[in-house]
């Protein structure tokens, strides 16, 4: 990085770079579940195979 090009862009690209790990953390505790929203699916996964 350049120097001397003034503290503004830094701080700019500070926050981006924390959304972005703020948005791939949340996606990935949606995946796993943390949330809730996948809890049933998971569920019907591990029940239909005992069905057969």
Partial sequence: MAEGEGGG??????????F??????A???YRGGMF??????VDIN???PASK
Avoid: E, H, Q, Y
């Fill in 46 to 48: 591990i029940k239909t």
């Fill in 9 to 18: 862009s830094t701080g700019v690209v500070a926050v981006l770079v924390i």
């Fill in 36 to 41: 809730g929203g996948r809890s049933t699916n």
């Fill in 27 to 29: 996606f990935f505790a």
């Fill in 20 to 25: 972005v790990i703020v948005v791939v953390l």
